[in-house]
């Protein structure tokens, strides 16, 4: 069965630091694969996406992730972190042809200033 | 345009009773999922609606849960006998067409007492 390991509950990083956030995947084929941020009361928000091709994607809010197969990981990224990137981070995986998403665990970002 | 939109943003219930959950997707989106984001369990799928086809209901935990999704649109979670443990954030989901990007409502957050 697909499943998705995000293997930090917690980091702390500091305001200008660079950030990454680690994911990954367990998916017999091409995954298509998902992060999302979520901040306090607040829905999912889309950060960015794999579906195919490139294996480096930029995504909104200055985050990009790489798709390593050989790993089958998937970790989020960013050069320099602001106090607004204080959330939680779920990374997903498209399961099935139904489009229904497995998510991680989520890893929760807090931002020292 | 408009996004997802739940209601009730907020549910307090007693345990025993029936509860509604409303999602309104986002025009033309084909496809509606339902989600429970609890502290325990984390993210889960629940229902996945496309067009006129069958819902796929893998994740419905009991038969205490049911959905229905009128006219291909509007969508209604219905729990019946609540238990303490259905305590939740409920979010609600829609995608032009099942294969895309998912894009969340703000969730109710359900509390059985």
């Known amino acids: 069965a697909q499943s998705v390991t995000q293997p930090d509950i917690h980091i702390t990083v500091s305001e200008g630091a660079s950030l990454e956030l680690r994911c990954n995947y367990s998916?017999?084929?091409?995954?298509?694969l998902f992060w999302y941020v979520q901040s306090p009361g607040q829905g999912l928000q889309l950060l960015l996406k794999y579906f195919s091709g490139d294996t480096l994607v930029q995504g909104i809010k200055g985050f990009e992730a790489e798709f390593k197969r050989s790993q089958s990981s998937f970790n989020l990224r960013k050069p320099s972190v602001h106090w607004s990137d204080a959330a939680e981070y779920f990374c997903?995986?498209?399961?099935?042809?139904?489009?229904?998403?497995?998510f991680g665990q989520g890893t929760t970002l807090q931002v020292k200033p | 345009g408009a996004g997802v939109s739940q209601s009730p943003s907020n549910k307090v219930t007693e345990k025993g009773k029936d509860v509604e959950l409303r999602c309104d997707p986002i025009s033309g989106h084909t496809a509606l999922y339902w989600y429970r984001q609890s502290l325990g369990q984390g993210l889960e799928f629940l229902i996945y609606f496309q067009g006129n086809s069958a819902p796929d209901k893998s994740g419905l935990p009991s038969d205490r849960f049911s959905a229905e999704r009128t006219g291909g649109s509007v969508s209604t979670l219905t729990i019946q006998r609540t238990q303490q443990e259905d305590s939740a954030v409920y979010l609600c989901?829609?995608?032009?067409?099942?294969?895309?990007?998912?894009?969340f409502g703000p969730g109710t957050r359900l509390t059985v007492l």
């Open positions: 997903a995986v498209v399961s099935g042809n139904t489009g229904k998403l497995i």
């Open positions: 989901a829609s995608s032009r067409d099942g294969a895309g990007e998912q894009f």
């Open positions: 998916y017999g084929a091409t995954p298509y």
